[in-house]
């Protein structure tokens, strides 16, 4: 089969295209045919050795890229009791070591695996799992109630639309931080408030919520500048570890790790069906043209996930 990987990190140039042995299914774990794989940040970062720099992946010889995946089982290992062959399904890949999603197939546990959404094609589907996990557990994370206020920074990118929409079902107040031109669309996603600069955002965001918003979800990376905008005793959630604020003022700092939750993904699914979620496709892709997909993602300004296919 054909995959994506790196021998050695560097610009989109290092991606390479080449044929691997098509991998076989072990006890509870399922073949995927691919029919879709977004692309996201931490492929990036995993391509330029950002995530072996700072200690989250081990060295390896190769890599292979890719984390998120839509298609269809095409076969299962024993006891495999949820799914069966021709089952369109969604997954994630979040084993750093194991073969990666940007190929033709991939093996995942059944427990990382989901029904797809019906609602939606299944390549608007592939842009699920990585981003709305990340954004349901720092949802989460906040503990934030009904009434309260949370700052989402980022709030127009693939995490930061479905942290509007899962707040907005939870009865969040919530304060996006976009660029200017996308107030429109993360007002659709549910943001009450829209701020367009992230000069002097404390002061900013203080403005709409006296005394600071009660959390922030950090999904454009601001750090300190973002942290300015949270009351004493506030919680702030870190996507980036490394880049994660000091706890001044009495304030709670968590790092959003993600995890290949299939029982929750299902969820997030039924949510996509029910129209309470809306997965987003900027453009299509070949595998082939997987450096372009990258080159396309640290340009910035994408709205919504590239999406490569086998």
Do not use: Y
Not at 20 to 28: D, F, I, K, L, Y
Not at 111 to 135: K, Y
């Amino acid at each position: 089969m054909r995959s994506i990987i790196v021998h050695r990190f560097g610009g989109p140039e290092v991606l390479e295209l080449v044929d691997t042995p098509v991998p076989e299914p072990a006890q509870g774990q399922v073949r995927i045919r691919v029919a879709a794989s977004s692309v996201n940040p931490i492929d990036l970062s995993a391509r330029a050795g950002r995530l072996t720099e700072a200690g989250l992946m081990a060295p390896a010889p190769r890599i292979g890229m890719g984390w998120d995946v839509a298609g269809h089982i095409d076969a299962a290992g024993p006891e495999v009791v949820r799914f069966c062959v021709g089952d369109a399904v969604v997954g994630l890949r979040d084993l750093l070591f194991a073969p990666g999603s940007h190929a033709e197939h991939v093996v995942l546990d059944e427990s990382a695996i989901a029904a797809a959404p019906q609602s939606v094609s299944i390549t608007a589907a592939a842009t699920l799992p990585l981003n709305g996990l990340t954004a349901d557990r720092a949802v989460n994370l906040t503990g934030l109630s009904r009434g309260q206020t949370l700052l989402v920074t980022g709030a127009a990118g693939g995490v930061g639309g479905f942290v509007l929409e899962l707040a907005a079902l939870k009865g969040l107040r919530t304060i996006a931080v976009v660029r200017p031109g996308d107030e429109d669309l993360v007002r659709t996603l549910g943001a009450s408030d829209v701020i367009t600069s992230t000069e002097q955002l404390g002061l900013a965001v203080r403005r709409l919520a006296h005394g600071g918003v009660d959390a922030v979800i950090d999904a454009a990376v601001l750090g300190i500048r973002a942290h300015d905008a949270l009351r004493g005793g506030g919680t702030f959630v870190a996507l980036v570890a490394p880049f994660a604020p000091p706890p001044i003022r009495g304030t709670r700092v968590v790092v959003q790790e993600v995890v290949a939750d299939g029982a929750r993904l299902a969820e997030l699914s039924a949510l996509v069906d029910s129209a309470a979620l809306t997965p987003r496709v900027a453009h299509t892709l070949p595998l082939a043209d997987a450096a372009q997909a990258h080159t396309q993602m640290e340009r910035g300004g994408v709205r919504g996930r590239v999406v490569l296919i086998p």
